[in-house]
């Protein structure tokens, strides 16, 4: 199976700073990248996905791909307390039948 | 419905019963895929179906594990004769369109064999 690589973290860092978190992945026919948010005990939720190399913004998320270098991170600016949670990189494998998933960082923000 | 409906929320079986586990995509979603979570962060990808075919079946374990999306019936994955280590929390996604865009997760099933 194709892999999907995260740090697991934990990462820190103080309210109102920026979180970087990274992502690579191995398949090169991967078409779509999607960045999800999990609280503990809960399911994740989708909060950014990209498809094109480049920047592509909402609100304080800003998603980054690069196709050539098989790599993509979220930045999170102005970090909040509630932004404290694991996100978990996941991209398409090439036929687009499924998801696959990292093993998730966690990102802790400090008030 | 307009979320993905997993139920049981939790589900205790004893080793060598079997559990099943249902999940009701989101209306309209033609796309369901199943994943197990172990130890908190470990998504592994079981099998998906697109409405009622089978679309990708290569995560799924060759014996023990069998699942199904039946005309107008919610989704379902049985495990027969569970094992200890098939203690996780399964969840269930649907997507509208192939390539998994904006797949969206229900609440999924804590299944915990004792």
């Known amino acids: 199976q194709k892999e999907v690589e995260q740090n697991s973290g934990p990462l820190s860092v103080p309210e109102g700073a920026i979180a970087s978190l990274n992502c690579t992945y191995s398949?090169?026919?991967?078409?779509?990248f999607f960045w999800y948010r999990q609280y503990s005990g809960k399911s994740p939720e989708l909060i950014m996905f990209i498809y094109s190399n480049g920047d592509k913004e909402d609100g304080r998320f800003t998603a980054q791909l690069n196709k050539a270098s098989q790599y993509v991170s979220l930045l999170i600016r102005d970090s909040q307390p509630s932004d404290s949670a694991t996100y978990l990189c996941?991209?398409?494998?090439?036929?687009?039948?499924?998801?696959?998933f990292g093993k998730g960082t966690t990102l802790s923000v400090s008030s | 419905g307009e979320e993905v409906a997993q139920t049981p929320k939790h589900l205790v079986r004893g080793e060598g019963q079997k559990a099943k586990l249902y999940c009701a995509p989101i209306k309209g979603h033609s796309y369901v895929f199943w994943y197990q979570q172990v130890l908190k962060n470990e998504f592994k990808f079981l099998i998906s179906?697109?409405?009622?075919?089978?679309?990708?079946e290569t995560g799924m374990p060759k014996e023990r594990f069998s699942a199904k999306c039946l005309p107008n019936s919610p989704c379902s994955l049985e495990i027969q004769a569970t094992k200890l280590e098939d203690s996780a929390v399964y969840f269930c996604a649907s997507s509208q369109l192939k390539g998994n865009t904006e797949a969206f997760f229900g609440q999924g099933t804590r299944l915990t064999v004792v």
């Open positions: 996941a991209v398409n494998n090439q036929a687009g039948t499924a998801l696959i």
């Open positions: 398949d090169r026919g991967s078409q779509s």
């Open positions: 179906f697109q409405n009622e075919n089978v679309f990708d």
